[in-house]
Structure formats: C-alpha cells, structure tokens
C-alpha cells in the first residue's frame, strides 16, 4: 500500500530508439515491481511541433504497444494517453499561471528545439515543461526515471511545486528524478558525440526499436570507431566507448568482464557480437509488439482501463488545487 510513485512520459513519435529503451523503458520495467507506477504517452506534448493527424494517431498507438511489448504490465503499472485525462491540460493551465517565464527561458532543451524550428515556435512549445510539471504533479510522484536530458525539466517541476505550495499550502510532493548510472545518455553510432535521437536525416545514427535484424546489422557494422586497437571503455574514445556502454546494458556483463572477453579481439568482432546481443534483446520485443497490436481491440481496452484508473487518481489532486486556489 505504502509503495511510492513512479511517473515517467514518452513522445507519440515513430522511431523509438536504443537510448529511449536503454536510458528509459528498459529502467521502467526493471523498476515496476517495487513502485506504484504511471507510464504516459504524452501526446500533448507531441504536438508542441507539428504533426500529421493520421501519422500522430498511428504513433501513438505504437508507443503505447512498444512499452507494453517491452514488459510494462498492467498488473504492476497505469499506462494511458496523457490527452484522455483532461486533468493534465487543467493542471497545466493553473501552474502557468504561477510559473514566472524567466524559469522557462532557461531550458535547454527549449533553447535547442527553438533553433531548430526557427519560425515555427508554438507557445506551446516554450511551455512544454509546464506540462511536464503537470503530469508529475497529479500523481504525488516520489521518482521519475528518465534519460540525463529531463534532469533540467524535473527540477523545474520541483521549483514549480514548491512555489505553488509556499502560495498556497503544501499540496505538491516534490519528485525526484531517477538517471540510471548507466545509459542515461546513449549516443548516436554515427557521431557519438550527440545523443542518439530520432532524427530522420540522420537514421544510421540510431537503431530503431522496430528495425530488422539485417538493418541492426548494417548500422553497427558502419558505426564510428578510431584508429586505436584496444577495446577498453574510456571515455575519450566516445565511438567504442558507446559501443562498449550499449553492449553492456544489453548483455548486464561487467565492464571487466567485457573488457577481458574483447582483448585481443578486433572492432569487427565487437561489432558483430554487439549487433546480436542488440537483435537477441528486441527479437523478443518484437515478437510481442506484433502480437499485442495484431489483435484488434487489445491495446484499445488496455488504454481504456489505464486512463480509467489514472483520472481516478488525477481529479482528486486536481480538485485539492482547485479549492487551494480559491476556483472551488
Ligand atoms: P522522448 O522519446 O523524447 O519522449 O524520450 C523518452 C525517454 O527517453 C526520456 O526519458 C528521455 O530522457 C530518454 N532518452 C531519449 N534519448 C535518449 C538517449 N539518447 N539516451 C538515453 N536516454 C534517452
Ligand atoms: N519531456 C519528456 C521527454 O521528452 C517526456 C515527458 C513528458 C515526461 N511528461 C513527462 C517525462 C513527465 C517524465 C515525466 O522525454
């Protein structure tokens, strides 16, 4: 009964990627037992940029099988679509209305999408760790796992929280966030020194989540590595060393132990024993994302049920701010 919560969100994007499973989902699964859990797909936050309707209603739906195939299971966790609990959007309206925008100016992340979409900036877009605070908020959230570039965002949740409950009472738990030691930062194949991400120019960078064994074969096979010849983790040799990081979150062996099953081996076995250890860890996810999204209906009624039992949870903290604020 007295389990503390988890809340953690993922984009309604196509291309979920190795560091979106080994920095986020993977933790999520690991992690379901000894918490009380909510996972969402944060399709509010998905159409901060530009969408497709048909493509983001595919997507959703197929980030929604994704972290069912991966082992989040209903018995242990609330999954559900952020935009079915209007309480998300309510919470968000009432936290803007506290939070100062000098606070928002400060995110990087903010910063970096900025640049990108140059003169498509939404507000929405500039608020989105508004949103994100939301989400964190309506839960009593004790921990949420993400990857290191959420750090900036949970802590702005905290801030939003503690001034919300300085004005006007201690309503607000304040989350921590959870960066797993390891893979809290994968980094892309092609250029290891950005983080992996779902970029579509750049899709030798990343393995996806649903590429086939072949694809996961020829992106390894062209990953970055150096002149060097020593297979050994260091951190300034970021190609192998991501190489070597990835092989083992999938494999769970020590470094000393991988270090010493590579001596005197070449880049081309690392990469071969890589590319199967990757394919042996989402053969089976795959397998399961078919089966779960084959069945018609399946998903649907486990959504259904996971956005029944968090609006339970998220109108009673709603309606606590509500009165807080002097609205009831
Ligand atoms: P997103 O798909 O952007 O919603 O991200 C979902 C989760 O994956 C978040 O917790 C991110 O921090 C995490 N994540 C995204 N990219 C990476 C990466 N390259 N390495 C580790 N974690 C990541
Ligand atoms: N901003 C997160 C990301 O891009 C997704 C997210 C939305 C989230 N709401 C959240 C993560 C609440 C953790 C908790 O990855």
Redesign the pocket.
């Known amino acids: 009964m007295d389990k503390k919560t988890v809340?953690?969100?993922?984009?309604a994007t196509s291309n979920q990627h190795l560091g979106?499973y080994l920095g986020?989902i993977k933790n999520w699964v690991e992690m379901q037992k000894q918490y009380d859990n909510y996972f969402?797909v944060?399709d509010l936050?998905t159409v901060t940029v530009p969408q497709d309707p048909d493509t983001l209603r595919a997507n959703i739906r197929e980030v929604a099988g994704l972290l069912f195939a991966a082992g989040i299971d209903e018995d242990n966790s609330t999954v559900f679509i952020?935009s079915h609990v209007k309480a998300h959007s309510e919470l968000a309206w009432l936290l803007n209305c506290i939070t100062p925008m000098g606070w928002l100016h400060r995110m990087t992340?903010f910063k970096e999408k900025s640049e990108k979409a140059k003169d498509e900036v939404s507000v929405g877009l500039f608020d989105?760790?508004v949103?994100?605070?939301a989400?964190?908020l309506l839960y009593d959230?004790n921990l949420?796992?993400?990857?290191e570039?959420?750090k900036q965002?949970?802590e702005l949740?905290r801030d939003i929280a503690q001034r919300f409950n300085y004005r006007y009472g201690e309503v607000f738990v304040l989350p921590d966030a959870y960066i797993p030691p390891v893979g809290g930062r994968v980094m892309g194949l092609s250029n290891p020194d950005k983080k992996m991400s779902k970029s579509e120019e750049k899709k030798d960078d990343s393995i996806f989540l649903l590429d086939a064994p072949d694809q996961i074969r020829a992106k390894i096979k062209k990953a970055t590595t150096d002149s060097h010849r020593e297979i050994k983790f260091d951190e300034k040799r970021s190609g192998v060393n991501n190489l070597l990081t990835i092989y083992q979150l999938v494999t769970e062996k020590t470094r000393d132990q991988i270090e010493d099953h590579f001596a005197g081996k070449s880049y081309k076995d690392l990469k071969e024993q890589l590319a199967e250890a990757v394919i042996e860890t989402l053969e089976p996810l795959q397998q399961r994302y078919r089966e779960l999204t084959g069945e018609k209906g399946y998903l649907e009624a486990m959504l259904n049920r996971g956005a029944k039992r968090a609006e339970a949870r998220a109108e009673t903290k709603l309606r606590q701010v509500y009165e807080k604020i002097g609205l009831r």
């Open positions: 809340f953690s969100g993922i984009q979106n986020a969402c944060v936050h952020q992340q989105y760790p949103l994100q605070a989400d964190i959230t949420v796992p993400v990857g570039d959420q965002h949970v949740c």
